[in-house]
T-cell receptor
Framework: KAGVTQTPRYLIKTRGQQVTLSCSPISGHRSVSWYQQTPGQGLQFLFEYFSETQRNKGNFPGRFSGRQFSNSRSEMNVSTLELGDSALYLC?????????FGSGTRLTVV | GQQLNQSPQSMFIQEGEDVSMNCTSSSIFNTWLWYKQDPGEGPVLLIALYKAGELTSNGRLTAQFGITRKDSFLNISASIPSDVGIYFCAGQHMDSNYQLIWGAGTKLIIKP
């Protein structure tokens, strides 16, 4: 059974650019959540999508956006990147209350 | 956003020792989850709890859903080097619209 797949695994971007990260959930999982994790920090919730609709949203600026497709795959976009956006971005999928995480995308902004 | 109070923040222990950590909340939760994260990887679900008072084991790990529904505990018996990592608690309460609320993590370090 395939797990949650995040691409790319690593990414280096320049300040001011925009970036799109992808997440393919476990088959049958309709909920996809995104988190930001900076070194030594916990998981900061970005947003959650369920059946192509944003169901929950964290306290991040509007530069962070996401969407979910009909096959439950999800993307998140960060526009006008800042140095502070450097982090591990994790997505997690769920069919109920237990969430399965991908390995994350390590974004470095230079 | 709302966070759970997870303690301790970090632990230095000897191999073979037992470990205990806990999470508390001011809200009543209907689900508690415990995750472990290795460096550079996503968290992995260890134990899920769905009923007040529930005690569940996964190998050397045991977790309990507090009877007040406002806390949960994770115990690791006879720690080994591969137990090193960050342990997170997470929960859902009735008003969270399925959103998980997370603790800040407990970093487990084994002394050589």
């Amino acid at each position: 059974k395939a797990g949650v797949t995040q691409t790319p695994r690593y990414l280096i971007k320049t300040r001011g650019q925009q970036v799109t990260l992808s997440c393919s959930p476990i088959s049958g999982h309709r909920s996809v959540s995104w988190y930001q994790q900076t070194p030594g920090q916990g998981l900061q919730f970005l947003f959650e999508y369920f059946s192509e609709t944003q169901r929950n949203k964290g306290n991040f600026p509007g530069r962070f956006s996401g969407r979910q497709f009909s096959n439950s795959r999800s993307e998140m976009n960060v526009s006008t990147l800042e140095l502070g956006d450097s982090a591990l971005y994790l997505c997690a999928s769920s069919r109920g209350s237990g969430y399965t995480f991908g390995s994350g995308t390590r974004l470095t902004v230079v | 956003g709302q966070q759970l109070n997870q303690s301790p923040q970090s632990m230095f222990i000897q191999e073979g020792e037992d470990v205990s950590m806990n999470c508390t909340s001011s809200s009543i939760f209907n689900t508690w989850l415990w995750y472990k994260q290795d460096p550079g990887e996503g968290p992995v679900l260890l134990i899920a709890l769905y009923k007040a008072g529930e005690l569940t084991s996964n190998g050397r790990l045991t977790a309990q859903f507090g009877i007040t529904r406002k806390d949960s505990f994770l115990n690791i018996s006879a720690s080994i080097p591969s137990d090193v990592g960050i342990y997170f608690c997470a929960g859902q309460h009735m008003d969270s619209n399925y959103q998980l609320i997370w603790g800040a993590g407990t970093k487990l370090i084994i002394k050589p």
